[in-house]
């Protein structure tokens, strides 16, 4: 009966660990055949090629320029995202008249669908007619407009604001359910201690809410690493391919050019990079944290 008791569990996560493995592991067999093979247009197998596709995606310089500006676009997001996230959410935690509306105003963006966000933006940052050019010039900050998308040097950086923007809603929210979990008791004790708000936050909020940091970062790295509407939609990953990233490249590597066995190589690899680089950064998490 205690031998029943103790597997029982298993037995009842079974059927849905099974149904979870057959939609995550069967893709990822299908897309190993895809990468060593050679595949026409339409996605159809005709025969095995080794690894001549993972040689053609080494071999090709677009890859690394492409890859090195997704790590620059993933840290520059995931990174401006926790530090305008934080403060953010410190203040709607606070108890003030409005709270509600702000709450709503923050995270009123989030319902919006990003393919949405990004055509907006593409509009305020156009280089005739554009709002934000408009803004500016009213301002007296330039005198004649500035064509943002025109240019890697100013479209890239325009981009990620755009990512840090409509990736705040959801970092807050991460952040407000981790400080609504802190006791209002510790707070109380410490002020009795006299400790300064600033020895609050350092000894307190900080360290309670970094298990909610780890979150948000692995999460964000994961959504922002594929993130592929605000780069296509901009720019398509111009001009000259001076704002591509992994997932664009990817995108015309298979459906532009017809490579499909070598976008289906490039999928693995950065199915393969995002796991790795996720496992290293829990690990180290858990450890600084155990520490």
């Keep these: 009966m205690r031998r029943y008791d103790a597997i029982l569990p298993y037995l009842l996560l079974a059927p849905g660990l099974f149904l979870a493995a057959m939609i995550i592991l069967m893709p990822l067999w299908q897309l190993s055949v895809l990468s060593f093979s050679d595949v026409n247009r339409f996605g159809v197998p005709r025969g095995l090629t080794g690894w001549d596709n993972y040689a053609r995606i080494f ?15 993933t ?15 410190l203040i709607l935690n606070e108890d003030f008249a409005g709270r509600g509306v702000a709450r709503v105003i923050v995270m009123l963006p989030w319902a919006m669908s990003l ?6 933006w593409r ?5 005739e007619s554009g709002m934000l050019n408009s803004a500016l010039i009213w301002a007296g900050v330039i005198e004649r407009n500035v064509q943002w998308l025109a240019h890697g040097q100013t479209a890239f950086p325009m ?16 952040f407000l359910g981790g400080l609504a979990s802190i006791p209002d008791d510790l707070y109380e004790a410490a002020r009795l201690e006299s400790a300064s708000a600033w020895q609050c936050f350092a000894e307190l909020t900080w360290p309670l809410m970094r298990p909610f ?7 964000n790295t994961i959504y922002v690493f594929n993130s592929f509407p605000i780069i ?15 997932v664009t490249y990817l995108y015309r590597l298979g459906f532009r050019i017809g490579r499909m066995g070598e976008a289906a190589a490039l999928s ?20 600084k944290g155990r520490a």
Excluded: C, E
């Design 59 to 73: 071999a090709d310089p677009d890859f690394y320029r492409a890859f090195w500006r997704t790590v620059v676009w």
């Design 75 to 89: 840290v520059g997001i995931v990174g401006g995202t926790i530090l305008v996230a934080f403060p953010v959410a």
């Design 213 to 219: 940091v780890n979150i948000a970062v692995v999460l």
């Design 268 to 287: 693995l690899l950065m199915f393969l990079f995002l796991l790795a680089l996720t496992a290293v950064y829990v690990a180290l998490a858990t450890r």
């Design 159 to 174: 981009q990620i604001m755009i990512g840090i923007l409509v990736s705040v809603p959801f970092t807050v929210t991460i």
């Design 123 to 127: 509009w305020a940052l156009s280089g």
């Design 115 to 120: 393919t949405m966000m990004a055509i907006v």
């Design 232 to 246: 296509w939609v901009t720019t398509q990953g111009g001009p000259a391919n001076s704002t591509d990233i992994l």
